[in-house]
Every structure is written in structure tokens, then in C-alpha cells.
């Protein structure tokens, strides 16, 4: 602890004498305090801890544990505490055990024995899971809201791009053409999807475990489901083991965190290739890119390539948890207080990523002519070749196969399959006429791909219509 922390404490009197002296003859070691203590992160509950507080000893009155009177006290002691933290008139006491005890203390100083009421059925095992899920379901809205704004910026590149045509790709080789916003949209849907996990998630961890108490529930006549409502819980932990030990809700989220960054990961990869000499499809805005200390040059996606980076962070931060919880036995163990850091960690990481990656697409130029040169190339127009053929009664494998041939000649001539006469085409089929020129022309290939779902225009409208109204 830092030493102006230190001062402060003591001068507000609350360095804390452990709440537990009561079975032990001794201090704890200064070296397992600071080892044993959460609060240096868990301070980052501290509203939702003060929020299910309140909660907690309005049901306390409400089921005549304690007094209308003494509730009163308590909730006007833990309000002033509240607004001094957030004013900045509080710190926070790092040298107390966790974000549960130092309210605990600090309220106690305040109001007196009546504080020590508070922890009348309830452990600090239904707290911080209480605490946890508030927390999330918070910050979870957050992230679907930030989710959204990407949404958004992906539509306006579409828009902006409709009749953008560039190659699609197979194994990073050119394959088909398609239209560029058709492409950017297929990223749409995976964040769509990613939003409906959060939703999800969230909609699962929305039960309060407040009042599962240290593991086993308790003997006063507590009221759950009135917690649990002024909470904003839709109900209630059915089995109090399961309450205090369930961290399934950190590992959902971090998984659907997860899979936010591989989706973020790949489209920062493309981004990169994009915006490359060798593609050069788009150019990043200068106030998301950075230069070279030497090479006066260079323009680099640095916010793209950073997002990739993180990608492995968020991974990491799911597989602690998972370990975490891997053959713990119920209930609660100490190695729970180990949920925070990395749920802190790939929420923050998913949150910042988010918010840069959406102004970095939003404001990126798509370069229409460097697609269509790069389009121009690669055969790409190959398939609707064999398809001509196909239409005139030839089955489609012996079709693909005289173009492969037609493709051969192409290369070995070094020309492209819109260059070849009408003479050297029908030396492969005699069915080939001059219309074929029309039917694999760049702009046919893509209007011709009507199918649903695929590249063709009216897909595409129908695709920015569904996320636009996702986003409402
Ligand atoms: N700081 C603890 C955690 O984050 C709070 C619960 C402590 N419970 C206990 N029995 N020691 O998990």
C-alpha cells in the first residue's frame, strides 16, 4: 500500500482489525494479508457490493430481523459512503481484505454498532457471487452496445460500397467475384451473433444467489425473492451450494468474449492484408494508423495488428477460469477470488477493442479501382464460364474441365479469359458465341448471383436491412 493510502486510512480510522480476531491469538503475516487480499480489484464492485447491501437490509426489516429504525440507519450510512467514494471524498482502504469488509468497516465507523447488523444471514460467499453477477449484467449491456456501434460502422462501409467489386477468396486465392459490402457483412453476422451470446448469458446469470449465505442458507425467515426483485434478478438460486460455488456465469461470458476477439482477430487480419502495397483494397484513416521511428514511409494498421495481439489475452483470461474451477470441490474455496482478475481483464480488453475497431471501420477508405484491377485478374470468372456451358446442355464436370484446359491456354498465352477471340474459344466448344463475353463480364458475375444469401444486390440490401434493425 502506498504510503498517502496508508495515511489516509488511519486518519479515518478504519485500518482494520480483522473481522475474524474473535478464534485467533495472532496477526495474520503481513506478506499473507497483502497475498490474501482482493480488494486492489475487487474495489471495482464496490457499487453493486453497496447496491445488494441495501437490498439486503431492506429484506432484513421487511422480515423483522432488524428494525425498520436500524435498517434505516444502515441504508443512509452505506448511501453516504456510496456518494463519498464517487465523489472522491472516500478512498479506498487497501489495506482491508476485500471490497465486502472494507464497506463492512467503513460503515460500522460511521453508524456504529448498528453497521455490525448488516451481516445478519449472509456470508460474503452470496455476496461476492451477488456482487459478480450485478457487475456483469451491467457491463454486459456495455459490451452489446459497443457491439452495436461496430455493427453500425460495418453498414456504412456497405453502403458506402454497394457496388464495390472485388475477388472473393478460397485459400486466400482469388475465387469468385463478389461485392466488397457483401464481404464486410458476412462480418456483421458473426458480431450479431455475438451480441445474441452475451443476451443469452446474461439472460442465465440473471438470478441472485443473494441469501445462499455461507453455503447452506440460513435459520432466520429471510424473504429471497424479495432480494432478488429489488435487484433486478428475474429469481432466485434454487440450491444455496450451487449459488455461492456457480462461476458458470464468467466462464459463458468469457467464452462469448472469446469468440468476439476471433471474429475481431480475423477482420483485423484482413484489414492489415487490405491495407498493404501488395492488396491495397483500403486505406486506414491517419488517426488510426502510425508511422515508422526510421522508415519515413510507413503508414501501419497498428490498431488492427494490437486487436490480433489481444486476441491471445481474452483466450488466456477463459482458460484461467476454466482451470479455476477445474476439480474444485463445492462450495466455495478461496480459489474462487481468482474469477476477477482475468473476467476484469477480458472484459476490459473486449471493451477497448471494441470501441477503437468501430471508428477504425467506420473511417477506413475502400479503394473501388484497386479491387477491380485485383478482380480482373486470377480467373476469377472462371465458374461462370463452365456455368455457360453448362446452360447449353454440357454437364457441369465436363464444362469445369474444358475451361481448366481454356484457363491452361490462357496462362501460356499470358492473357486473361475476356482477352481470348471468339476463334480460340470455340477451338475448345464448338457452343461458344459471342455472348459469352457478356455472361463473364465482372459486373454479370456478381448481378447473376441472385440465389439467396449470396453476393447479388438485392442480397445485400436485405442484409443491411436485418442488422439495421438489429441495432434498433
Ligand atoms: N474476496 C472473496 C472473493 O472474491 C470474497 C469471498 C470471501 N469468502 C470467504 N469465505 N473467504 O472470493
Same mark, same amino acid.
Given at each position: 500500500?502506498?504510503?498517502?493510502?496508508?495515511?489516509?486510512?488511519?486518519?479515518?480510522?478504519?485500518?482494520?482489525?480483522?473481522?475474524?480476531?474473535?478464534?485467533?491469538?495472532?496477526?495474520?503475516?503481513?506478506?499473507?494479508?497483502?497475498?490474501?487480499?482482493? =480488494?486492489?480489484?475487487?474495489?471495482?464492485?464496490?457499487?453493486?457490493?453497496?447496491?445488494?447491501? =441495501?437490498?439486503?437490509?431492506?429484506?432484513?426489516?421487511?422480515?423483522?430481523?432488524?428494525?425498520?429504525?436500524?435498517?434505516? !440507519?444502515?441504508?443512509?450510512?452505506?448511501?453516504?459512503?456510496?456518494?463519498?467514494?464517487?465523489?472522491?471524498?472516500?478512498?479506498?482502504?487497501?489495506?482491508?481484505?476485500?471490497?465486502?469488509?472494507?464497506?463492512?468497516?467503513?460503515?460500522?465507523?460511521?453508524?456504529?454498532?448498528?453497521?455490525?447488523?448488516?451481516?445478519?444471514?449472509?456470508?460474503?460467499?452470496? *455476496?461476492?457471487?451477488?456482487?459478480?453477477?450485478?457487475?456483469?449484467?451491467?457491463?454486459?449491456?456495455?459490451?452489446?452496445?459497443? =457491439?452495436?456501434?461496430?455493427?453500425?460502422?460495418?453498414?456504412?462501409?456497405?453502403?458506402?460500397?454497394?457496388?464495390?467489386?472485388?475477388?472473393?477468396?478460397?485459400?486466400?486465392?482469388?475465387?469468385?467475384?463478389?461485392?466488397?459490402?457483401?464481404?464486410?457483412?458476412?462480418?456483421?453476422?458473426?458480431?450479431?451473433?455475438?451480441?445474441?451470446?452475451?443476451?443469452?448469458?446474461?439472460?442465465?446469470?440473471?438470478?441472485?444467489?443473494?441469501?445462499?449465505?455461507?453455503?447452506?442458507?440460513?435459520?432466520?425467515?429471510?424473504?429471497?425473492?424479495?432480494?432478488?426483485?429489488?435487484?433486478?434478478?428475474?429469481?432466485?438460486?434454487?440450491?444455496?451450494?450451487?449459488?455461492?460455488?456457480?462461476?458458470?456465469?464468467?466462464?459463458?461470458?468469457?467464452?462469448?468474449?472469446?469468440?468476439?476477439?476471433?471474429?475481431?482477430?480475423?477482420?483485423?487480419?484482413?484489414?492489415?492484408?487490405?491495407?498493404?502495397?501488395?492488396?491495397?483494397?483500403?486505406?486506414?484513416?491517419?488517426?488510426?494508423?502510425?508511422?515508422?521511428? =526510421?522508415?519515413?514511409?510507413?503508414?501501419?494498421?497498428?490498431?488492427?495488428?494490437?486487436?490480433?495481439?489481444?486476441?491471445?489475452?481474452?483466450?488466456?483470461?477463459?482458460?484461467?477460469?476454466?482451470?479455476?474451477?477445474?476439480?474444485?470441490?463445492?462450495?466455495?474455496?478461496?480459489?474462487?477470488?481468482?474469477?476477477?482478475?482475468?473476467?476484469?481483464?477480458?472484459?476490459?480488453?473486449?471493451?477497448?477493442?471494441?470501441? !477503437?475497431?468501430?471508428?477504425?471501420?467506420?473511417?477506413?477508405?475502400?479503394?473501388?479501382?484497386?479491387?477491380?484491377?485485383?478482380? *480482373?485478374?486470377?480467373?476469377?470468372?472462371?465458374?461462370?464460364?463452365?456455368?455457360?456451358?453448362?446452360?447449353?446442355? !454440357?454437364?457441369?464436370?465436363?464444362?469445369?474441365?474444358?475451361?481448366?484446359?481454356?484457363?491452361?491456354?490462357?496462362?501460356?498465352?499470358?492473357?486473361?479469359?475476356?482477352?481470348?477471340?471468339?476463334?480460340?474459344?470455340?477451338?475448345?466448344?464448338?457452343?461458344?458465341?459471342?455472348?459469352?463475353?457478356?455472361?463473364?463480364?465482372?459486373?454479370?458475375?456478381?448481378?447473376?448471383?441472385?440465389?439467396?444469401?449470396?453476393?447479388?444486390?438485392?442480397?445485400?440490401?436485405?442484409?443491411?436491412?436485418?442488422?439495421?434493425?438489429?441495432?434498433?
Amino acid at each position: 500500500m502506498c504510503a498517502k493510502r496508508l495515511i489516509n486510512a488511519v486518519l479515518r480510522g478504519v485500518i482494520m482489525e480483522k473481522m475474524w480476531t474473535g478464534r485467533f491469538s495472532k496477526q495474520l503475516d503481513k506478506l499473507a494479508d497483502d497475498f490474501n487480499s482482493s =480488494i486492489s480489484f475487487d474495489c471495482a464492485l464496490y457499487k453493486q457490493d453497496i447496491q445488494g447491501s =441495501i437490498a439486503h437490509a431492506k429484506m432484513l426489516a421487511g422480515c423483522g430481523i432488524i428494525s425498520e429504525e436500524e435498517s434505516k !440507519v444502515i441504508i443512509d450510512g452505506l448511501k453516504g459512503i456510496l456518494s463519498d467514494l464517487e465523489s472522491g471524498k472516500l478512498a479506498f482502504d487497501f489495506s482491508a481484505e476485500d471490497i465486502h469488509m472494507f464497506v463492512e468497516a467503513e460503515l460500522t465507523a460511521r453508524v456504529g454498532d448498528v453497521g455490525k447488523k448488516l451481516h445478519t444471514a449472509r456470508s460474503r460467499n452470496d *455476496q461476492i457471487a451477488t456482487d459478480m453477477r450485478l457487475y456483469l449484467r451491467d457491463e454486459s449491456g456495455e459490451v452489446v452496445a459497443l =457491439i452495436k456501434q461496430l455493427l453500425g460502422a460495418i453498414v456504412e462501409q456497405a453502403k458506402k460500397t454497394k457496388t464495390y467489386i472485388v475477388p472473393g477468396y478460397t485459400h486466400l486465392q482469388r475465387a469468385q467475384p463478389i461485392l466488397f459490402a457483401h464481404h464486410l457483412l458476412a462480418y456483421a453476422m458473426m458480431f450479431v451473433r455475438d451480441a445474441g451470446r452475451i443476451s443469452d448469458a446474461v439472460r442465465r446469470m440473471n438470478v441472485s444467489p443473494l441469501g445462499s449465505c455461507a453455503l447452506a442458507g440460513t435459520s432466520y425467515d429471510t424473504d429471497r425473492t424479495y432480494t432478488a426483485k429489488l435487484l433486478g434478478f428475474d429469481s432466485y438460486c434454487l440450491n444455496s451450494i450451487d449459488g455461492v460455488s456457480d462461476r458458470d456465469f464468467c466462464v459463458e461470458l468469457m467464452s462469448a468474449f472469446a469468440l468476439v476477439m476471433t471474429h475481431l482477430s480475423r477482420f483485423a487480419e484482413e484489414i492489415i492484408l487490405w491495407s498493404s502495397w501488395e492488396f491495397g483494397f483500403v486505406e486506414l484513416d491517419d488517426a488510426y494508423t502510425t508511422g515508422s521511428s =526510421i522508415m519515413p514511409q510507413k503508414k501501419n494498421s497498428d490498431m488492427a495488428e494490437l486487436v490480433r495481439g489481444k486476441t491471445g489475452r481474452v483466450y488466456g483470461d477463459l482458460m484461467a477460469m476454466l482451470t479455476v474451477l477445474k476439480g474444485l470441490p463445492l462450495a466455495y474455496n478461496k480459489d474462487m477470488q481468482e474469477d476477477k482478475e482475468c473476467m476484469f481483464d477480458s472484459l476490459r480488453t473486449v471493451k477497448n477493442c471494441l470501441a !477503437v475497431f468501430a471508428p477504425m471501420v467506420a473511417t477506413m477508405t475502400a479503394k473501388k479501382d484497386n479491387m477491380y484491377r485485383a478482380a *480482373q485478374k486470377g480467373f476469377i470468372n472462371a465458374t461462370d464460364l463452365a456455368d455457360y456451358l453448362a446452360k447449353k446442355g !454440357v454437364p457441369f464436370r465436363s464444362a469445369y474441365k474444358t475451361v481448366g484446359q481454356i484457363v491452361a491456354y490462357c496462362i501460356s498465352q499470358d492473357k486473361v479469359l475476356d482477352e481470348l477471340t471468339i476463334d480460340e474459344y470455340k477451338k475448345f466448344d464448338k457452343l461458344f458465341e459471342e455472348d459469352l463475353y457478356g455472361e463473364i463480364s465482372l459486373s454479370a458475375c456478381v448481378q447473376k448471383r441472385t440465389s439467396a444469401g449470396g453476393t447479388g444486390a438485392r442480397s445485400v440490401e436485405q442484409q443491411i436491412k436485418f442488422v439495421e434493425e438489429f441495432i434498433k
